[in-house]
Structures are given as C-alpha cells and as structure tokens.
C-alpha cells in the first residue's frame, strides 16, 4: 500500500461523509486561523510599535514643567514654573553626553494662504530641533542660528498643513499668514505619520523659539525665556537611565526643591513607554497563543472522536482489509493519513480564515499584514502534528482489530 | 491472463512432481463430471489441530484435534449446522486465526508459528476470499475493488489496473469497470468479489457460503463460476449449509461438535494410506 493509495483511501472516506467531516475539522480551523491572526496582527503590530518609537527620536529624553497637574493635584498656575532657556543651557553644560537639544514651545491658530485656511498647531523651537526628532526638512532649508537671532519670520510646515493650503502648489518660498502675520515658508517637513496615540504629527507649522515667543504663543502668559518642553538627544553611549537621574538631580537643585519634596517637572524617556505597549501586545499574544493552543488541543480531541467512530462502523472493511492482505502498519497507516488529512484540510481553511481575518483587523487598525510562508508552513505543520497525536489512538485501535470479528460484525 | 496460467499450470506440476504416483493434469478434459478431478499434493494439511476459545470462566472447544489433509486442485465443500466447527477450520485455511494446539500448514508453511504480518502476506499472497456478504468498499468502483488485494503485495506489481482489467473481463464484467457496488446487482457484486479473490492468483479460493445472499439462478452462475476456475487448476474450498451447493463439490466434509463426522474421501484416504478423518 503506498501512501497515494492511503490518501486516495482517505479522501473518499472523508468524502463520503462530508458534513460530518467538515464539522470535525473547526476546532482544527479555529485553532489555525487564530495562529495566523495572532502572528500576521502581532508582527504587524510590533513592527508599527518601533516604528513609532523610531518616530519620536531614538536616545531622547523629554522634559516636562508642572508634574504637580499630572500627579492631580489642584495647583494653580502660580506653582508651575516653566523651563527656560537658562534651565536649557545648563542641562547642555552639564549633562554627559548631549549631543543636541531643543524646546519645544506650544499654541495654535489659524494659518492662511490665499483663499485657504486652516487652523494648526504652530510650534517654536531651536535649530537642533530636526536633529532631535529625526524629522528633517524635504524640501527648502531648515531654520539656522541667524533665524532664532534676528527673530525671523519663517516657518517649517509640517505635511498636512501643505496639503491643506496648498493643495500640489509649491509651498517653499511662499508666504503665509499666521495670526494675521506675514511669515515665509523656507520649508518643509518629512511626514512622521501619526502618533502613538493617533494623533496627526503632520499638522503643525514650525518657527523660531525667538519669534514664537515674541509673535504667536500669546505674550502676556509666557515668561521672557520661556522654552516649554525640552528635547534632549544623546550619543548612543549614554545610559538614558543615568542621564534621566542627572536632569532630575540638577533640576531639582535649579528649582530649590527641598528633599521630600516632589518634582514639578517630569523628565520621560518616550521610547521607553513606548516598551510598556509592546509589553502590552506581549500579553494580547499569549493569551492569542493559550486559545490557538487550545483549540487545537479541542479539535484534536473532536478528530479523535470522529475518528474512533470511523474506526467502528468500518469494522468490516478493516477485516475485509486485513483478509485480503493488509498488515497492521497498513491499517494504522491508513487511519493516520486520514486523521492528518482531516487536520491538514482544517489547517487549509483555517489559513484561509486566518489570513482573511488578519487583513481586517490590520485593515482597521492601519498595521502592515505581515504573513510570512514560514508562518503558514507553522500553522500547517501543528495542524498535521495535531492529526498525528489524536489520530494515533483510533488508528491502533484499527490496527489492532481481529479479522475475523472484525468480518464479523455488522 | 496467459501469464497467470501458466503459473497455476506450473505449481500444479510441480507438486504432482513430488507425487509421482498421484493423476496427471491432462484430465481437464473429463472435468465435467465433476469427478475424477486433477489432484496434487496435500496443499493444506492439517494434524491433530484444536482450536479453544475462552471466553471469561467458559472455554469453548471449536475444533477437537482434527487431523485433514486437502490436495491441490480439489474441490471441496465444508458443511455443517452452525456451531459445529466448520468456521473455525474456515478461519484456519484462510490463515486468519492460529490453531490452539496442532500443526496447520498450508502450502508446506506452519501457521501456528507465523507472525501476524506472516499470516496477512500468507493470505495476500495464497488465499483469496469470497463471502457471504460480498464484503465490497462504500463508493469505490468496481476496478479499484478488484486492485486492493494487489496494493498490499508484496512486491507490489506495476500494472495493477491491468491486472484487475484482466480479471474482471475473466469474471464476464469488463464493461462494468467504472461501476460502484450500488450500482451492481448481488451476482455482479459477488462476481467482483470473486475477481477480487483472483487478482493475486492464489493457490485457494475460500468461499464462506458465497451464494448465501443471492438467488438459486445467480447462484447456479455463480457455482458454475467456480467450477471453471478449479477446472482451470486453483483449489476450490466452499463453507455451506447448503446441500444444493456443496452438491457441485467433488469432496464433502462434515463437522459436528468440532470433529468431522463425514468425508466423501474417506475411503480413498485410506486405501491412500492418509490420515484418518
């Protein structure tokens, strides 16, 4: 008996009882499609997690003024005390390892070109900034020193801002107005995509530190040098850990803090938070993993079971078989390719499943499908591993029948 | 189709050769009186073999040290009520059961000592079995019916197709190769069962009451069947209760309570110098 005749063998038993066949397999299905789900979301995922940890700048820190809002408590304005240019300055003098920085000072407003219009973030910042981020200019040139001395009114403009005033005009060299002030676009930015929480990082319009202060981010609240959020790169050699604890440190002793005390700043490695999703979708692939595992585990006891009644009401041909020939190995053969069989068409459909299922929630979600052929070749190859496990029991039992009963029976 | 005669041709010669004194094969001629058949040597001989089933406190003696010898190229009816033995010696010529106590050799071999996978290649290779029942695959067409036998040889032949082709036209059903056993009457089953039988080119065919479950006309084809193929030179054994059928046998035995009680051949085994029933 070769193995195309046990599959033929297979194949018409299989076929002859087609629903009971298809049922038997959809613990098998659902097991396999919930592997593929879980490899083609996870992978998909994980690799739009680094990419926005990529995104925000690798070997950053960010510095934040006025914890004492974040931990909750009901502190006024008066409490806060925003960073400044001296509190910059210091950090670049006397940290390790800095290899650039820049602030990063917040409004909004409208923004107009011709008859368009559009209402954005506008964000001052220093001439490190591109650097910092790794968001370079794509086209114009970046902000210089010159730009933040002479309080210049230039502006980068971030992808979504251009596509909304422009609309496939050359933006560069343009000029815009910015809360009714004329501003020339000297560039414009890379896309960056969305953030980590959703939010368009393209829709923002870059200026000076100098100019925004003086123009744009409302006068009367903002102290003389005041930087708003500070972003800190450094080489690839310092232990972000170590440089956290100096900025706190130094920090402190700038602002007076007394021990005990709490900070009313925050110093955040983003890249690291960014870690605690992955951990996230760590935990979201295990559990994914516990129900593929044990579906399987289901389905094979469902293929078991099926295949134990097969194993009875083909008592007569497993004599019949035995009788004109057939050794016991034939018949567990035989019995195990069909349980395999089973299992493999389980694994087919559920692939199929799997891989359908994987293009919609990537769909939804915006994450890249990634199903790689060694998945599925994994997916296919538990499935017949299943068939192998479960089919062994019933096809001994096959094997070890009497021929003579076993003609027999009825 | 030549080929295979010749084989049985050959085999048939080459056990008269060990008995020079036993009938010639040249007799086919006078075959239709169904006396005076060819016989060669004692291809199944069985001695002083018991089979004892046991079933919890009970055990049953199916077979009481039955001593039998069947030559090559016989003819022979297995009768008897039920219970009394007849399946039992069935099961044993047929190589699918070992005797309890006793020799049982067939074709010189001993089975009592035999491995299961020895018996399976001992009934692929040198019995083909007939049944009540037919006993044909679900949904599997009357040509692969006839090839099963032929999958588990060993060696495996390379043409099985054409083999059980040439076996079905043998049988009167070379039209009827693509047909499922439900689209075939109980005498065309029986008759692809018998092709089936064939398709090794056995030494035995062993028919378990084969026209049980037909009609007396199917059955007398079916008979005359089987008078061709032991005229052509294979040894017939029938298991029946049937007086009409054991009738076309030239030897008839019968048990009861696991002895046989009567042999057709009984008087000629003794003048033969054989073993007493």
Redesign the interface.
Known sequence: MTFLDSLRIAWTALRSNLLRSILTTLGIVIGVASVIILVAVGSGARSEVEKQIASLGSNMLVVFSGSSRIMGRAAGAGTELPLSETDMAAIRDKISGVVAISGQLNGSGPVVYGNANWTTTISGIHADFATVRDWPVVSGRDFNPQDLRATAKVALLGQTVVKQLFQGEEAVGATIRVKNAPFLVTGVLATKGPSSFGRDQDDLILMPMTTARGYIVGKSQVQNDQVGQLYIKFDSLTDLKDAQEDIEALLRQRRRIQPGEEDNFNVRNLAEFMKARTEVLNTMTYLLAATSAISLIVGGIGIMNIMLVSVTERTREIGLRMAVGGRRGDIMRQFLVEAVTLCLIGGLLGTALGAGAAAVIANAAQWPVLIAPSVIALALGAAAATGVIFGFFPARRAAGLNPIEALRSE | MIADAQTVGQTVGQLDATKPDATKPDAKSDSKAGSAQPRGAALIRATKVSKIYTMGEQSVRALDAVSLEIAAGDFVAIMGASGSGKSTMM?LI?A??RPTSGTMSIDGRDIAAMT??EL??M???KIG?V?QQF?L????PALRQVM??L???HP?PANLEAIARQRLEQVGLGSRLDHMPSQLSGGQQQRVAIA?ALV?TPKILLADEPTGALDSKTSEEIMVLFKDLNRDGITVILVTHELDIAAYARRKITFRDGRIVDDSDQAANRVAGGVPA
Do not use: H, I, K, M
Not at chain 2, 137 to 140: M, V
């Open positions: 099961n047929g699918l059961d299961s996978d399976a290649e009934r692929n290779a079995f049944f006993n695959l679900a949904r599997t099963l036998p999958q588990y040889a495996r089936r090794n």
